[in-house]
C-alpha cells in the first residue's frame, strides 16, 4: 500500500513536472510577439519562461528522487513478470527511461547555470536546446511509465 501511495505522489509530481517544463519550452522556443491576439497559445507563449527554473529543478530532483524510493519494487515485482512475458520493447524503454533520467538530473546544473542570467541573448539557444533536452526526458519517462503501469501495474 505504500508503494500504491508514492507511485501516486510521484504521478502527481510528474504531472506538475511536465506541465511546467512543457510551458517553459514552449516559451522559450516561441516567445510571445508583440501585438498578438490574445489567444491561448500566445497567452502561454507570453509567461516569462524563467518563472519555471526553480519549479523545473525542484519538481525534478523530488521526482526522481520518489522514482528512486519506488524503484527496488519495480525491479522485484514488476521487471519480472515483464521478462517473463517476453516484453522486451516496453522493457528497454523503461531502461532508456533510466539511463535519460540520470542524464537530466546531470543536466540540472547547466539547465540552471544558463537560466539564472536570462537576459544574457548569447545563451538563448542553449536556455531552448537544454530546456527542449529536458522536456524531452520529461514527456519520455512520462509517457514510458504510464503505458508500464497499465501493463503491470504494483500489486496491491
Do not use: C
Request: net charge positive; charged share 10%.
Amino acid at each position: 500500500m505504500m508503494t500504491v501511495s508514492l507511485l501516486i505522489l510521484h504521478s502527481l509530481l510528474a504531472v506538475a513536472l511536465l506541465g511546467a517544463i512543457t510551458h517553459q519550452t514552449i516559451s522559450a522556443w516561441a516567445p510571445a510577439r508583440s501585438g498578438a491576439a490574445a489567444s491561448f497559445v500566445a497567452r502561454m507563449r507570453a509567461v516569462p519562461p524563467t518563472s519555471y527554473v526553480n519549479a523545473v529543478i525542484l519538481l525534478y530532483g523530488l521526482t526522481a528522487l520518489l522514482g528512486a524510493i519506488i524503484y527496488p519494487s519495480y525491479r522485484l515485482n514488476v521487471r519480472i513478470v515483464l521478462e517473463q512475458m517476453q516484453l522486451h520493447i516496453p522493457n528497454g524503454a523503461f531502461e532508456l527511461k533510466e539511463h535519460f533520467v540520470a542524464l537530466g538530473l546531470g543536466m540540472l546544473p547547466a539547465y540552471w547555470y544558463f537560466w539564472r542570467a536570462p537576459q544574457v541573448a548569447e545563451y538563448q539557444n542553449t536556455r531552448a536546446v537544454l530546456t527542449a533536452l529536458l522536456a524531452f526526458i520529461v514527456w519520455w519517462g512520462f509517457v514510458v511509465g504510464h503505458i508500464l503501469n497499465n501493463i503491470r501495474g504494483f500489486d496491491l
